[in-house]
């Protein structure tokens, strides 16, 4: 009887493990909404149309881009942590969702508990642009304006405690200079009214001014990384003029915490092939965005250590936001 008995709880256990393979194999079978938590034309919406298209075209499966821009993300990410962890929601998102539970005392949602990250997908690397009008062709150049004006330099960002807010604040405090804060609803709008002349200046991810640069409305300045970059070889970095400044981000994408570790890890196999694909990654690295993938232990791994470091950051940037 006892062996009857044990014979059926491991029958049980061996259904259950087969029935989350069997949803995973059958994984997606309708439609994924990818939720992206900025305006269309920034860093994170490029990266997740790029990379959720090549993935439908691999799954035979629709992935529907859904921006929904606002609160430096908040909005987006509110929205994905309270869908069903089914794995027909999964989110696009950058740092900000880690340094935000650093910058917001209440948010809906918790950073870490409330979603599984499935991989980063690019590194982003941050160029600071100026609009040709501000007569300033160096970081030095434009460091001896701001003392000399403090407030009057105008810096665009995709809004209140996002990564351009934090990058520049950080370099402000670091060179000792005053600028003002104008927020936009992502980085797409903010990039299109610095070109537009609303504001003077941009640190920012190169994917969002790309166009601009080319067409010679703005004019770059330097890159964020400790060496120079690839792209913009005769660029130099902040930091050859601001000493130990360095701003590198990641896109990520997550899921409802509790959704299937099976889908979880199927999304996350079909990302690999997705950002290695020569077409993706051709296409990210053409846009300043470096392809990136992680194991999804190894992402949780990281968004652990990156908590720390954003509080770190949050905490010498200064920034307080209204709660």
Same mark, same amino acid.
């Given at each position: 009887?006892?062996?009857?008995?044990?014979?059926?709880?491991?029958?049980?256990?061996?259904?259950?493990?087969?029935?989350?393979?069997?949803?995973?194999?059958?994984?997606?079978?309708?439609?994924?909404?990818?939720?992206?938590?900025?305006?269309?034309?920034?860093?994170?919406?490029?990266?997740?149309?790029?990379?959720?298209?090549?993935?439908?075209?691999?799954?035979?499966?629709?992935?529907?881009?859904?921006?929904?821009?606002?609160?430096?993300?908040?909005?987006?990410?509110?929205?994905?942590?309270?869908?069903?962890?089914?794995?027909?929601?999964?989110?696009?998102?950058?740092?900000?969702?880690?340094?935000?539970?650093?910058?917001?005392?209440?948010?809906?949602?918790?950073?870490?508990?409330?979603?599984?990250?499935?991989?980063?997908?690019?590194?982003?690397?941050?160029?600071?642009?100026?609009?040709?009008?501000?007569? #300033?062709?160096?970081?030095?150049?434009?460091?001896?304006? @701001?003392? +000399?004006? $403090?407030?009057?330099?105008?810096?665009? =960002? %995709?809004?209140?405690?996002?990564?351009?807010?934090?990058?520049?604040?950080?370099?402000?405090?670091?060179?000792?200079?005053?600028?003002?804060?104008?927020?936009?609803?992502?980085?797409?709008?903010?990039?299109?009214?610095?070109?537009?002349?609303?504001?003077?200046?941009?640190?920012?991810?190169?994917?969002?001014?790309?166009?601009?640069?080319?067409?010679?409305?703005?004019?770059?300045?330097?890159?964020?990384?400790?060496?120079?970059?690839?792209?913009?070889?005769?660029?130099?970095?902040?930091?050859?003029?601001?000493?130990?400044?360095?701003?590198?981000?990641?896109?990520?994408?997550?899921?409802?915490?509790?959704?299937?570790?099976?889908? #979880?890890?199927?999304?996350?196999?079909?990302?690999?092939? @997705?950002? +290695?694909? $020569?077409?993706?990654?051709?296409?990210? =690295? %053409?846009?300043?965005?470096?392809?990136?993938?992680?194991?999804?232990?190894?992402?949780?791994?990281?968004?652990?250590?990156?908590?720390?470091?954003?509080?770190?950051?949050?905490?010498?940037?200064?920034?307080?936001?209204?709660?």
């Amino acid at each position: 009887m006892q062996l009857i008995r044990m014979m059926g709880v491991c029958t049980g256990i061996a259904l259950l493990a087969c029935g989350g393979t069997v949803r995973a194999q059958a994984y997606p079978s309708k439609p994924v909404r990818v939720v992206v938590v900025f305006a269309p034309g920034g860093a994170t919406d490029i990266v997740g149309r790029l990379v959720y298209a090549k993935v439908g075209e691999q799954l035979n499966q629709q992935f529907i881009i859904d921006n929904r821009a606002g609160a430096s993300g908040t909005i987006g990410a509110t929205i994905a942590a309270r869908s069903p962890p089914d794995g027909y929601t999964v989110m696009v998102y950058s740092t900000t969702l880690i340094a935000s539970a650093h910058l917001y005392k209440k948010l809906p949602y918790d950073a870490l508990k409330d979603f599984t990250g499935i991989t980063p997908v690019a590194r982003l690397v941050l160029i600071l642009g100026v609009h040709p009008s501000l007569p #300033v062709r160096s970081i030095k150049e434009l460091i001896t304006l @701001a003392k +000399a004006r $403090p407030n009057d330099v105008a810096y665009a =960002t %995709a809004g209140v405690g996002a990564l351009q807010h934090l990058a520049t604040t950080l370099f402000a405090n670091m060179a000792g200079i005053r600028l003002t804060h104008v927020p936009y609803k992502g980085g797409g709008p903010a990039g299109v009214a610095l070109a537009g002349g609303e504001t003077q200046m941009m640190l920012t991810p190169i994917s969002e001014l790309l166009p601009h640069l080319k067409s010679g409305r703005l004019r770059p300045i330097a890159v964020s990384t400790t060496q120079r970059y690839a792209m913009y070889p005769n660029l130099p970095t902040i930091g050859e003029t601001v000493k130990g400044y360095e701003f590198t981000s990641w896109m990520g994408t997550f899921a409802p915490a509790g959704t299937p570790r099976a889908i #979880v890890e199927k999304l996350n196999a079909e990302l690999k092939k @997705a950002v +290695a694909d $020569p077409g993706v990654a051709g296409n990210l =690295t %053409a846009q300043a965005l470096d392809p990136m993938h992680m194991g999804v232990d190894e992402f949780a791994t990281l968004l652990k250590s990156e908590y720390k470091k954003y509080g770190d950051i949050v905490k010498a940037s200064g920034i307080t936001l209204p709660q």
